[in-house]
């Protein structure tokens, strides 16, 4: 049990991180129908730019957590206005190169700069060690990744479904014709929700700074199970990537404790699970059909 | 109100609009009538700026709208009710009527709109699309006058309805109409269109082949709807 415990455990904190990452892709699919690829590369730059701020300005942990976001953001912002919003009329399949392209870009100038090998990050002072959680021990920054995480998912959720901005990015994410004919000005929220989707990513990625190794790729592993995740809980569903994100989590754990004979089931039971979602439900769990415009 | 003049429109290399001109002055109802593909959503579809390939003149109370994106017009007063009634999953019904921003010197409040269909009260918490369609044509309706829209562009609003809904449909337009409102309709039930109506175009292969009077509708009555194909 108490394995079992701890298993689920480990699995929720990896899904912590898939569910974060998730989040920004969803929000970003909905409402600009962009793939964006570089979502990994984002959350790499995020744990570059808390391992930088560190070293070289000594700026801590917890500030960093506030900036390292924000800075991202205003990358995104700047990319989507440069870059982005440009390819949007055009197939999806331009954007998913651009921005396929611009993951190899980032990643080589920080491999340029800061090389291959990974890059020391120390958790702060206050969530070292581990804490007692009755029948196990658990490292206090996973503990303290796992509410974080949490609490930004019920966050984004409750800003979505109980706010203004919440209700406009809803109706257009649904059908952004008729919300500019209800006279709602779709455009000028696009820029606003890239940024915010790629500041999510660099919240992760100070998140796992501590945790993960802070290399110039540690984007673009994840970011493939963050996809297949994305696709298992429905393209654009909020709530379906959160979930997702946290189940797909567990799985993996529960794969790696149970069937650690089997290594390769661990590894692929995204994909597994992927397959056998889309073939049950082509939209995912949570996803609908592609509406009217 | 709204003028248009020579408006052209096309689907990609099909022309479905072809120098169609009609005026309708403020405080009128006035309906358009035609077949299917005759190019009456297309024409609706112009006014309201969501159709990229066309060309002509259209002026909202002397404003000529231009190349201005659908939420300008939507800001100048003009107000949406498409064809498949517009309504939201993801959107409760209040959020729904709250969504578009008002814009009118006389928007319905939301007390109003709710007086006026207790069935919409009733369900206020509901997603939208869980409506019945009459309720649903209800609510896109109320959208708009709760907008404050001075002028409504209306795709069949009757479309589907039992003829209960669409006695209630006719009543809702002629409050409107009470109230200042202009309405473009497009509408294929000519007994509701000269029961809310002040006058009708006929538009045929893109072209406005007739401006008739309620009095000519009526007594051409058979000749319409056999041409109409009803």
Avoid at chain 2, 112 to 118: I, L, S, T
Wanted: glycine share 10%; with cysteine.
């Amino acid at each position: 049990m108490t394995a079992f415990l701890q298993s689920t455990f480990n699995g929720l904190v990896s899904g912590a991180f898939y569910a974060l990452l998730a989040l920004g892709l969803a929000v970003i699919f909905g409402m600009l129908r962009v793939v964006n690829f570089a979502h990994g590369a984002f959350y790499m730059l995020g744990a570059f730019g808390a391992y930088v701020l560190l070293a070289e300005a000594g700026v801590p942990f917890w500030l960093a957590l506030v900036v390292v976001p924000l800075a991202l953001a205003l990358l995104g912002m700047a990319l989507e206005r440069a870059f982005i919003h440009r390819l949007t009329r055009l197939d999806p399949l331009y954007n998913f190169l651009l921005t396929f392209g611009l993951t190899l870009i980032l990643q080589d100038l920080v491999k340029l700069r800061y090389g291959v090998q990974s890059s020391p990050y120390e958790a702060p002072a206050g969530l070292r060690g581990s804490v007692d959680l009755g029948l196990f021990d658990f490292p206090t920054y996973r503990v303290f990744i796992l509410g974080f995480a949490v609490a930004v998912c019920v966050g984004v959720w409750w800003a979505l479904a109980r706010t203004r901005v919440g209700m406009v990015a809803r109706a257009a994410t649904e059908r952004p014709e008729l919300t500019r004919a209800l006279g709602i000005n779709v455009g000028r929220w696009i820029t606003p929700v890239f940024g915010f989707g790629t500041a999510l990513a660099g919240l992760a990625g100070v998140l796992a700074a501590p945790m993960r190794a802070v290399n110039p790729l540690m984007g673009a592993d994840l970011i493939i199970v963050v996809f297949a995740v994305v696709v298992i809980g429905g393209l654009g569903s909020i709530f379906g990537s959160v979930a997702a994100g946290f189940g797909i989590g567990m799985a993996q754990a529960w794969a790696e404790a149970y069937l650690s004979a089997f290594p390769i089931v661990a590894q692929t039971i995204v994909f597994i699970v992927m397959a056998a979602v889309l073939f049950w439900r082509p939209a995912g769990l949570f996803g609908r059909a592609e509406a009217p415009a | 109100m709204l003028r248009i003049e020579n408006l052209s429109a096309w689907y990609g290399e099909a022309q479905v609009l072809r120098d169609a001109d009609l005026h309708v002055d403020p405080g009128e109802v006035v309906t358009l009538v035609g077949r299917n593909g005759a190019g009456k959503s297309t024409l609706l579809r112009c006014v309201m700026g969501l159709h990229p390939g066309w060309r002509g003149t259209i002026k909202l109370g002397g404003t000529a709208l231009g190349n201005l994106s659908a939420d300008r017009r939507a800001r100048l007063g003009l107000g949406w009710v498409p064809d498949d009634r517009g309504s939201y999953a993801t959107l409760t019904v209040t959020e729904n009527l709250t969504l578009p921003p008002t814009v009118g010197p006389d928007p319905w409040s939301l007390e109003r709109v709710y007086e006026a269909f207790p069935a919409l009260h009733q369900r206020r918490k509901s997603a939208a699309t869980t409506l019945s369609g009459g309720e649903q044509q209800m609510l896109a309706l109320a959208r708009v006058l709760r907008m404050g829209a001075r002028m409504l562009l209306c795709d069949e609003p009757t479309e589907g309805l039992a003829p209960l809904l669409v006695q209630q449909v006719g009543d809702l337009l002629r409050e409107a109409k009470r109230h200042g409102v202009t309405v473009l309709l497009v509408e294929q039930n000519l007994r509701f269109a000269t029961s809310v109506a002040d006058r009708h175009y006929l538009l045929a292969e893109g072209r406005v082949t007739a401006a008739m009077e309620n009095s000519e509708v009526r007594s051409r009555e058979r000749e319409l709807l056999s041409y109409l194909g009803i």
